[in-house]
């Protein structure tokens, strides 16, 4: 097609709901890199349930929004599409990429809509498509605020044509890697130092750290939380760190051709023994990146839950205590508190937990105080907690401290 047409057509048909719904419940099942048994660009034309299409020599866009956002979302993927290709060194494609953009579900936490694409909720892409949840109505974020889901997703269809698609473990890191680049003077910059949250989970000796070798393109281990998000990025960053080229997209290419070296997983896991645990969640407890933050307490709770000696001590503790205060770190940081080192901790938190200013903190300290034995009544902790400001952001896993269940709110 010559000409951008946006065009201005009727609401979503019944059957344009039901296509999106389709290609969602699709990528659930299987990750979000997949055949996505999308109709043709014709099909989409016929059906003509969409609100605005654009059909241009680069991509082919059906969006049940309105025209401007549709632009909008359009010259993301132009933008981060052109990002992309430039890091793989791979000339613009010789086809249009087909963008499906669908309502995002209404969400229950509106930050998940920024984080990455890890289960195909937010996004599933193939070797021509891409489908985004995109989130609409009043107050809806904008196209801008998807930017690393857009990224994530490109990556998955230009690491195909760059002959880097392999093993999902691989097809993920690399997008989530890719993803979190930062973008100095209009290219991409692998981030000089990254977390590495993986390399923690690796001391876990019943970790079975073997799956994210698997060859299968199916869900690897069936676990879909930021533990084994950590992984697949920690594992395509520790081949990237062996086999460092001149460019990113050399680099890129030989780690790809060292991904099935059986020899992997040892040397994976002696690089992560030699890593200082808790000085690395320290350090990311106080990193910039809200997620990053969050990643650290939700890993610390994991690691104290699971008897990890160093994640089980007063310097720990001291660390959760100061966590409280990031509403992204609060939830982890109370489980970790409350469910790990509720009879451990010292008297002094939990008093200064009790006298916090943050309503939030006080119950808490009222829960880990009565979970101590102390004398506190459930009726006091649910009067704390009715008094606390409604927060989204943070939540509250009270357990055995409130019988016979958490209180109406
Ligand atoms: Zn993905």
Same mark, same amino acid.
């Given at each position: 097609?010559?000409?951008? #047409?946006?065009?201005?057509?009727?609401?979503?048909?019944? !059957?344009?709901?039901?296509?999106?719904?389709?290609?969602?419940?699709?990528?659930?099942?299987?990750?979000?890199?997949?055949?996505?048994?999308?109709?043709? +660009?014709?099909?989409?034309?016929? *059906?003509?349930?969409?609100?605005?299409?654009?059909?241009? *020599?680069?991509?082919?866009?059906?969006?049940?929004?309105?025209?401007?956002?549709?632009?909008?979302?359009?010259?993301?993927? &132009?933008?981060?599409?052109?990002?992309?290709?430039?890091?793989?060194?791979?000339?613009?494609?010789?086809?249009?990429?087909?963008?499906?953009?669908?309502?995002?579900?209404?969400?229950? $936490?509106?930050?998940?809509?920024?984080?990455?694409?890890?289960?195909?909720?937010?996004? +599933?892409?193939?070797?021509?498509?891409?489908?985004?949840? +995109?989130?609409?109505?009043?107050?809806?974020?904008?196209?801008?605020?998807?930017?690393?889901?857009?990224?994530?997703? %490109?990556?998955?269809?230009?690491?195909?044509?760059?002959?880097?698609?392999?093993?999902?473990?691989?097809?993920?890191?690399?997008?989530?890697?890719?993803?979190?680049?930062?973008?100095?003077?209009?290219?991409?910059?692998?981030?000089?130092?990254?977390?590495?949250?993986?390399?923690?989970?690796?001391?876990?000796? *019943?970790?079975?750290?073997?799956?994210?070798?698997?060859?299968?393109?199916? #869900?690897?281990?069936?676990?879909?939380?930021?533990?084994?998000?950590?992984?697949?990025?920690?594992?395509?960053? !520790?081949?990237?760190?062996?086999?460092?080229?001149?460019?990113?997209?050399?680099?890129?290419?030989?780690?790809?051709?060292?991904?099935?070296?059986?020899?992997?997983?040892?040397?994976? #896991?002696? &690089?992560?023994?030699?890593?200082?645990?808790?000085?690395?969640?320290?350090?990311?407890?106080?990193?910039?990146?809200?997620?990053?933050?969050?990643?650290?307490?939700?890993?610390?709770?994991? %690691?104290?839950?699971?008897?990890?000696?160093?994640?089980?001590?007063?310097?720990?503790?001291?660390?959760?205590?100061?966590?409280?205060?990031?509403?992204?770190?609060?939830?982890?940081?109370?489980?970790?508190?409350?469910?790990?080192?509720?009879?451990?901790?010292?008297?002094?938190?939990? *008093?200064?937990?009790?006298?916090?200013?943050?309503?939030?903190?006080?119950?808490?300290? %009222?829960?880990?105080?009565?979970?101590?034995?102390? $004398?506190?009544?459930?009726?006091?902790?649910?009067?704390?907690?009715?008094?606390?400001?409604?927060?989204?952001?943070?939540? %509250?896993?009270?357990?055995?401290?409130?019988?016979?269940?958490?209180?109406?709110?």
């Amino acid at each position: 097609m010559d000409a951008r #047409r946006p065009r201005r057509l009727r609401a979503p048909t019944r !059957h344009a709901r039901a296509l999106a719904a389709t290609v969602l419940v699709c990528a659930c099942v299987t990750g979000c890199v997949r055949q996505l048994a999308l109709p043709e +660009v014709d099909g989409l034309l016929r *059906d003509a349930g969409w609100r605005a299409v654009i059909l241009d *020599d680069d991509l082919s866009l059906f969006s049940p929004l309105d025209v401007a956002t549709a632009e909008e979302y359009a010259g993301l993927v &132009r933008e981060e599409r052109a990002l992309v290709q430039d890091l793989l060194e791979l000339p613009p494609a010789d086809a249009p990429l087909l963008v499906l953009l669908r309502e995002a579900d209404p969400p229950s $936490d509106p930050l998940a809509a920024l984080q990455p694409s890890r289960d195909g909720v937010r996004g +599933v892409a193939d070797a021509h498509a891409v489908s985004l949840a +995109v989130p609409t109505g009043p107050g809806a974020l904008p196209p801008t605020a998807l930017r690393d889901v857009v990224r994530h997703e %490109l990556v998955h269809v230009e690491s195909r044509r760059a002959g880097l698609h392999g093993p999902s473990w691989w097809n993920e890191g690399l997008a989530d890697e890719i993803a979190a680049m930062d973008t100095v003077d209009g290219r991409l910059v692998l981030q000089a130092e990254p977390l590495e949250l993986g390399w923690i989970a690796l001391h876990l000796d *019943d970790y079975p750290d073997t799956r994210v070798f698997a060859r299968s393109a199916a #869900r690897e281990a069936g676990r879909d939380d930021l533990f084994l998000y950590s992984f697949h990025r920690s594992a395509v960053r !520790h081949l990237l760190g062996e086999h460092e080229a001149a460019t990113f997209a050399a680099t890129a290419r030989a780690a790809f051709e060292a991904r099935d070296d059986p020899d992997l997983p040892r040397r994976w #896991r002696a &690089r992560a023994a030699t890593r200082d645990v808790p000085a690395m969640i320290a350090r990311a407890a106080d990193s910039e990146s809200a997620e990053t933050r969050a990643a650290a307490a939700a890993l610390l709770a994991d %690691l104290a839950a699971a008897g990890l000696p160093s994640a089980l001590t007063p310097e720990a503790d001291a660390l959760a205590f100061r966590m409280l205060d990031d509403e992204r770190s609060f939830t982890s940081a109370a489980a970790y508190l409350l469910f790990t080192r509720s009879r451990a901790l010292d008297a002094s938190l939990v *008093d200064a937990a009790v006298a916090h200013d943050d309503p939030w903190v006080r119950v808490l300290g %009222l829960a880990l105080r009565r979970a101590r034995g102390g $004398d506190v009544s459930p009726a006091e902790i649910e009067a704390a907690w009715a008094a606390a400001p409604e927060d989204w952001t943070r939540e %509250l896993m009270l357990g055995d401290a409130l019988p016979p269940g958490p209180p109406e709110r």
